[in-house]
């Protein structure tokens, strides 16, 4: 139990801090040896209740405001994404997902199509092929990036998949300068999607909000308008989050280019 105890004070120390911190800085503040720390972080990163940068900072996760909601008997998509989906879905027409940052994957939490909640699309992530794949990556730490390119396969799931690690590399710098990503018929030959990430505090993405529809109804000045659409709605999804952080962590720790 003592242990126990330490890791809650860890994580609550570094929700009242409400900046990133180093490993250095959290065990000073706790007076933990680095390497406890550093074990508890790890554990925490595993279930999405920290998050760290390309600078190694330590901030809390999205798995903490899930807890805090949770605490609160609140399960259901949150209300404010729900509403911003049916926004740009009743420009668009398109079917709209949101996506959870996970450990090693996207967890898809709630699809609409104009004013109706539909079923999520499930299964695994094409991460160099999927528009939420390189969106994601695009505000991930490269390290992760890197870890891909090098450990994973990259399958040719249609004649237009990107395999080449280079230019699969390519497609992700494209996405964050842009601030959206397209699949153009790379994972089904019937289908585009374009996607946004979701950026929390520290600049790193914890979500994505995709937009799909049939090939031939997402010509380039729809993609445009579509791109503004989601980039506005993730940037409010993500302002959400940053507001969150000044109140519901410590309740849980108490209890523009077209083209893919």
Same mark, same amino acid.
């Given at each position: 139990?003592?242990?126990?105890?330490?890791?809650?004070?860890?994580?609550?120390?570094?929700?009242?801090?409400?900046?990133?911190?180093?490993?250095?800085?959290?065990? *000073?503040?706790?007076?933990?040896?680095?390497?406890?720390?550093?074990?508890?972080?790890?554990?925490?990163?595993?279930?999405?209740?920290?998050?760290?940068?390309?600078?190694?900072?330590?901030?809390?996760?999205?798995?903490?405001?899930?807890?805090?909601?949770? %605490?609160?008997?609140?399960?259901?998509?949150?209300?404010?994404?729900?509403?911003?989906?049916?926004? /740009?879905?009743?420009?668009?027409?398109?079917? /709209?997902?949101?996506?959870?940052?996970?450990? *090693?994957?996207? +967890?898809?939490?709630?699809?609409?199509?104009?004013?109706?909640?539909?079923?999520?699309?499930?299964? $695994?992530?094409?991460?160099?092929?999927?528009?939420?794949?390189? #969106?994601?990556?695009?505000?991930?730490?490269?390290?992760?990036?890197?870890?891909?390119?090098?450990?994973?396969?990259?399958?040719?799931?249609?004649?237009?998949?990107?395999?080449? $690690?280079?230019?699969?590399?390519?497609?992700?710098?494209?996405?964050?300068?842009?601030?959206?990503?397209? *699949?153009?018929?790379? /994972?089904?030959?019937?289908?585009? #999607?374009?996607?946004?990430?979701?950026?929390?505090?520290?600049?790193?993405?914890?979500?994505?909000?995709?937009?799909?529809?049939?090939?031939?109804?997402?010509?380039?000045?729809?993609?445009?308008?579509?791109?503004?659409?989601?980039?506005?709605?993730? +940037?409010?999804? %993500?302002?959400?989050?940053?507001?969150?952080?000044?109140?519901? $962590?410590?309740?849980?720790?108490?209890?523009?280019?077209?083209? #893919?």
């Amino acid at each position: 139990m003592q242990s126990l105890s330490r890791a809650l004070g860890l994580l609550d120390s570094l929700a009242r801090q409400g900046q990133p911190s180093t490993l250095a800085e959290l065990a *000073e503040r706790t007076g933990l040896h680095k390497s406890t720390v550093h074990r508890m972080l790890a554990a925490f990163l595993e279930h999405d209740l920290v998050r760290h940068d390309d600078a190694h900072r330590y901030t809390i996760g999205v798995g903490a405001f899930e807890l805090a909601r949770a %605490a609160n008997c609140d399960v259901d998509p949150d209300p404010a994404i729900t509403r911003a989906l049916e926004a /740009v879905s009743a420009r668009s027409g398109a079917v /709209v997902t949101y996506f959870r940052g996970r450990p *090693e994957h996207l +967890e898809p939490v709630v699809a609409v199509r104009a004013r109706d909640v539909v079923a999520v699309r499930e299964g $695994p992530v094409h991460w160099h092929a999927s528009a939420i794949g390189k #969106a994601f990556l695009s505000m991930r730490p490269k390290a992760e990036l890197d870890r891909l390119l090098v450990h994973a396969s990259l399958p040719a799931l249609t004649a237009r998949t990107l395999t080449d $690690p280079f230019r699969v590399r390519q497609a992700v710098t494209r996405a964050r300068m842009r601030g959206y990503a397209v *699949e153009d018929r790379e /994972v089904t030959a019937d289908r585009r #999607a374009i996607a946004a990430p979701v950026v929390a505090q520290g600049g790193m993405a914890v979500g994505v909000i995709e937009a799909v529809l049939p090939a031939g109804q997402l010509g380039p000045d729809r993609l445009r308008t579509l791109a503004v659409a989601l980039i506005g709605c993730a +940037e409010e999804l %993500a302002s959400t989050f940053v507001d969150r952080r000044n109140t519901a $962590p410590l309740v849980a720790l108490s209890a523009p280019g077209v083209g #893919a």
